[in-house]
C-alpha cells in the first residue's frame, strides 16, 4: 500500500467527504441514539432480549468482517461488503424494537441508495475485448482447473439462419470457472 492509502486521516477524509460513506456513517451511528432512547419504553424483557442480540449480530458481523479481510481482493469491494452486512444487521435488531423503525431504516437506506454512488475505484485498472480463442487461451494458461466456455449463436428472426452467416455476427461468450483450492 503506499504511504497515501495507509494513512488514517486520509480515510477519515474520505468518509466524511464522500457522501456515500458519510450518510452510511450517520445512520449507522444514529441507531445508538435510538437505543438509548428506546430503552426508557421497552419492557425489560425486550432490552433483555435486544441486548443479547446486540452482542450475537456484533460477533457475527465481526466473523463476517474477518472473513471478507481475508478473501476480498480490493479494499472497495471489502468497504461495499461490509457496509451490505451492517445494514442487514441493523435492519434485523431495529426489527426487534420496532417495526415502523426497521420500515424508516428501509427508507434511510434506499435515499441513500438513490441519492449517492459508492465512490469509483481509484486504482488504475484495465478492459479488454477477447476473442473466445483469446479467452480460452486466458482461462487454459490461468491457475483455474476447469472451465466451461458456451456460445450461442444468434438467429435471424426471420429465415432461422445462423447470424454467423451475416458479417455482422456476434457470439456470446458464457464462462463459469471452477478454482480448485
Not at 419504553?41 to 443479547?52: A, E
Not at 452486512?85 to 441513500?112: C, E, N, P, Q, R
Request: charge should be negative; proline fraction near 6%.
Amino acid at each position: 500500500m503506499d504511504k497515501k492509502r495507509s494513512n488514517p486521516m486520509e480515510w477519515l477524509n474520505q468518509m466524511v467527504g464522500e457522501p456515500y460513506y458519510f450518510f452510511h456513517f450517520l445512520s449507522f451511528f444514529s441507531y445508538f441514539i435510538v437505543r438509548s432512547s428506546a430503552s426508557n419504553v421497552l419492557s425489560p424483557q425486550i432490552t433483555q432480549l435486544l441486548f443479547y442480540r446486540e452482542i450475537q449480530a456484533v460477533l457475527a458481523f465481526f466473523m463476517l468482517i474477518a472473513y471478507k479481510m481475508a478473501r476480498e481482493e480490493t479494499w472497495e469491494a471489502f468497504i461495499a461488503d461490509t457496509l451490505f452486512v451492517g445494514k442487514i444487521f441493523l435492519i434485523a435488531l431495529t426489527l426487534i424494537m420496532d417495526y415502523h423503525l426497521t420500515l424508516w431504516y428501509f427508507v434511510v437506506f434506499s435515499v441513500i441508495y438513490v441519492l449517492t454512488q459508492q465512490p469509483p475505484y481509484e486504482e488504475l485498472g484495465s478492459a479488454s475485448k477477447l476473442t473466445p480463442l483469446q479467452l480460452e487461451a486466458l482461462l487454459t494458461e490461468g491457475n483455474t482447473s476447469r472451465f466451461w466456455l458456451n456460445f450461442v449463436p444468434h438467429f435471424h428472426p426471420v429465415a432461422d439462419v445462423p447470424v454467423a452467416a451475416f458479417p455482422s455476427c456476434q457470439s456470446h461468450t458464457q464462462t463459469k470457472i471452477c478454482h480448485s483450492e
